[in-house]
């Protein structure tokens, strides 16, 4: 019983504080209900797709391929895909998590996980479009034309500020979490 309320000890608090709340406030409890609600149907919306594509990836894609085409030698092109299926994700930035998981268990490398989620954050082909026609051409290029580089020098950064210890330990837990 004991463990059982530590591991939900967050979701207790959270919601014994809604029921105070609700006591004190019932038009703000509703509210943040119903923001609640929403948020755990959008979550239940994008996750379970997002899983089902993450196994198909593993059985797919066999390991040799990913390490030839994102691993540590890849270069260029390992940089170029990292950005282009980055881009290409549409969905919050938490469905990123999940897929960056199987990539580094398949063998790429730090940097183009790095690169691919902050790719899928800030180079979205959809919220490009939508610039394009919102505040125009020149905008949306010129926010592209920063972006891609500040990625990468961002994950080239992050790559070299861990050393071996820290990304044997991330692996271990990202094999943990991906079993």
Known sequence: MKKLFIRYRFFLITLLMLVVLALVNTGLALKSFSITAYSLREVLLVIPPIFVLLGLLDIWVPRHTMVRFMGHGSGVKGVLLAVLIGSAAAGPLYGAFPVAAVFLKRGASF???????GAWSTTEIPMLL?????LGPRFALTRLLVDIPGIIVISWLLGLSLNDSDRLDIVRK???LTK
Request: proline residues 0%.
């Open 130 to 134: 939508f610039e394009y026609e919102a």
């Open 174 to 176: 990202v094999e943990k």
């Open 111 to 117: 940097r183009n996980v790095f690169i691919f989620i």
